[in-house]
């Protein structure tokens, strides 16, 4: 089972692009990489997910370089509304209990 | 589209006493998921359900039970509820829960339970 390490928290300002790495040296290679975004009192909601490559969607961008061990989320010209906890999660969905939310990033976004 | 509903929104509940959180979805997901999340941690999952009649075992599924009769509704019961088990708990659907690419999942708002 690969385990994620990423920073606990992070700050930045509005209008900037917002990178967040994530750590997966031992991701296997059915792995997905999937990341969620929550904000407090709600239920995580999905970003983007990606297998190798770049990934983008209206929200954001998924970057995981060739051997696959990292991946950076990107988040173009935040605002406020973008302060919240970032989840990047590996797992093989071929078993719903391999799939394990660690802590987080707290992103806090400052006027 | 109503999603994913959960019941109640919030409980305080005495040690010992029996409690089932309700939750249920009008999106047709084959699986469900109900995780717990303490303050300021990640969520853990309880248990899942890849699809109705069938359920697992997660990451923290002791004092908890779950059943799935329908493909609606999975509810999670506390059979006699413990301090440790004050959290808050949240819901989740997926269209499939085997498989690649995975299925995103569909969260609830969460039951904030208090066990005193």
């Known amino acids: 089972l690969a385990k994620t390490t990423q920073p606990i928290s992070m700050d930045s300002y509005e209008g900037q692009e917002v990178n967040i790495t994530c750590s997966h040296n031992?991701?296997?290679?059915?792995?997905?990489i999937t990341w969620y975004q929550q904000f407090p009192s709600q239920g995580p909601r999905f970003i983007i997910q990606?297998?190798?490559t770049k990934v983008t969607n209206e929200v954001a961008s998924l970057f995981i370089p060739a051997d696959r061990k990292s991946s950076t989320l990107s988040l173009p010209r935040v605002s406020l509304s973008d302060t919240a906890v970032y989840y990047c999660?590996?797992?093989?969905?071929?078993?719903?209990?391999?799939?394990?939310f660690g802590s987080g990033t707290r992103l806090s976004i400052r006027p | 589209i109503a999603g994913i509903t959960q019941a109640p929104t919030s409980q305080i509940l005495a040690a010992g006493r029996r409690m089932t959180l309700r939750c249920t979805q009008d999106?047709?997901?084959?699986?469900m998921y109900w995780y717990r999340q303490d303050l300021g941690l990640g969520l853990r999952l309880i248990h899942y359900?890849?699809?109705?009649?069938?359920?697992g075992k997660g990451e923290v599924p002791d004092g908890y039970s779950v059943s799935r009769a329908n493909t609606d509704d999975f509810p999670l019961t506390l059979a006699s509820a413990v301090p440790s088990q004050t959290s808050v708990y949240f819901c989740?659907?997926?269209?499939?829960?085997?498989?690649?690419?995975?299925?995103?999942?569909?969260f609830g708002p969460g039951t904030r339970l208090t066990v005193l």
């Open positions: 989740a659907s997926s269209p499939q829960g085997t498989g690649n690419p995975p299925s995103r999942r569909y």
């Open positions: 031992n991701i296997a290679t059915n792995d997905y």
């Open positions: 990606g297998y190798k």
């Open positions: 999660l590996v797992g093989d969905y071929s078993s719903a209990s391999k799939i394990i």
């Open positions: 999106m047709r997901h084959n699986a």
């Open positions: 359900s890849n699809t109705a009649g069938t359920t």
